[in-house]
């Protein structure tokens, strides 16, 4: 495996400048495009899955916090409150308090239920400097975020379907959970002080691993201050693991904000919360996603797609035709003319791009192009229409493979 931090330099996806802050990436234009691929996928997949989006600001008063917990739970990670006429306004550590209020903003019926809302939102966490790096310990977090408001007896099948969202994530992503983990209160006092809550997530979410057949380890003292927690750790290169997707449940935030439906018996009822992510922080699922690619990202995520080889100048009219049809198609495609070497030199300099589109004076005048793909195979020359459309549709099935 690489090290992402190298490797994201290397090839021009983000960057860090003293003058903005550590922790505080900024993303340059190829792993913008990586990142984009990437949302535009959890919001159609979520978006399929039954999930509506919001958007939140990512700051609040700090009674908003002080009513979720996060207040006297998790203050440490927090930023320190910022003073506005009067108003203590806090950086949020999480969109849970926002989606909330969100929730409670409107009366909802039992046939609303499970009511699912999804964000890619923003949140800070203050990380301490000396742990800081790449995109792994990052103040400034997008976090592909979602809260599910159910009845009781919807929560284990919501859990599970959350589960199912991410296995499917993974195999879109060519990448592997090193564990699932479920994630339980420890020693001390982070934990919301309530038995009788914990026994009866704790029990459910087992159920839910039990019956989803993966394996899995309990571990202690990793549970959220409101409750447990699936975990999915993925390992670095170095075997170090990290939590990538998350699935919780929870009962204590819909108690601090008064949150109910109306039930069939018309009375008012309290929803539970499940809380879950699918990839997790985009910049840590980017980070991941580099490392075990080594860059050479599935087709549907890489930052170009395509490069475009015209074999000498003669034939860049017909790559120039080729690379704007490839825009029209929403691919992302550039064009290494003769100026930047010879052909077998831009080959290589490409050999982390999946399709290498060659032009050579037989194709331009047939209408043909010649295919190389990143693994090294060398297709026949075909009519540049079929290819376009052999490779869109790949990148539209957001399949890993190089070819059907
Ligand atoms: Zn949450």
């Excluded at 949302?39 to 979720?68: F, N």
């Excluded at 069939?264 to 992510?277: N, T």
């Excluded at 980070?287 to 034939?315: C, D, K, R, Y």
Aim: hydrophobic share 40%; aromatic share 6%; with cysteine.
């Amino acid at each position: 495996m690489h090290d992402h931090r190298k490797l994201g330099r290397e090839l021009d996806l983000f960057d860090t400048d003293p003058l903005i802050g550590a922790g505080l990436p900024y993303w340059l234009p190829d792993g913008a495009a990586v990142r984009h691929a990437l949302e535009e996928y959890i919001r159609t997949a979520e978006q399929r899955a039954g999930y509506r989006h919001v958007y939140s600001p990512v700051l609040g008063k700090r009674e908003l916090y002080e009513i979720s917990g996060h207040w006297s739970h998790y203050s440490d990670d927090m930023f320190p409150p910022m003073d506005l006429g009067g108003e203590q306004m806090v950086l949020r550590p999480s969109l849970c308090p926002h989606h909330a209020v969100i929730y409670r903003s409107r009366s909802h019926s039992y046939r609303e239920l499970p009511l699912r809302m999804a964000e890619l939102g923003g949140m800070y966490r203050s990380e301490l400097s000396g742990v800081l790096g790449g995109l792994t310990r990052v103040r400034s977090i997008q976090l592909n975020d979602a809260h599910i408001f159910c009845t009781p007896d919807q929560v284990a099948e919501e859990a599970r379907a959350a589960l199912e969202l991410i296995g499917a994530a993974y195999r879109a992503l060519g990448i592997g959970a090193a564990r699932y983990r479920l994630s339980l209160p420890g020693p001390g006092g982070k934990y919301v002080d309530d038995p009788g809550m914990w026994q009866r997530s704790t029990a459910v979410l087992t159920e839910v691993l039990d019956r989803s057949g993966v394996p899995y380890e309990a571990a202690g003292g990793e549970a959220a201050f409101y409750g447990p927690k699936i975990d999915v750790q993925v390992a670095d290169g170095a075997g170090r693991e990290s939590t990538l997707s998350t699935v919780q449940i929870d009962f204590h935030q819909p108690v601090r904000f008064g949150l109910h439906y109306i039930g069939a018996d018309g009375a008012k009822h309290r929803p539970v919360m499940v809380h879950r992510s699918i990839i997790g922080s985009v910049e840590r699922a980017v980070a991941h996603l580099i490392e075990a690619h080594g860059g050479a990202f599935p087709a549907w995520l890489a930052p170009t797609q395509l490069v475009i080889l015209p074999v000498s100048g003669a034939e860049l009219p017909e790559a120039e035709v080729f690379a704007r049809r490839c825009a029209g198609l929403g691919l992302r495609a550039g064009i290494a003319g003769p100026e930047r070497g010879s052909l077998g030199a831009r080959v290589r300099e490409a050999r982390l791009v999946p399709g290498q589109v060659v032009i050579g004076a037989r194709e331009a005048a047939e209408g043909l192009v010649a295919l190389r793909l990143r693994d090294g195979t060398r297709l026949d020359p075909r009519p540049a229409d079929e290819v376009l459309a052999r490779i869109a549709a790949l990148v539209e099935a957001r399949s890993i493979e190089l070819r059907a």
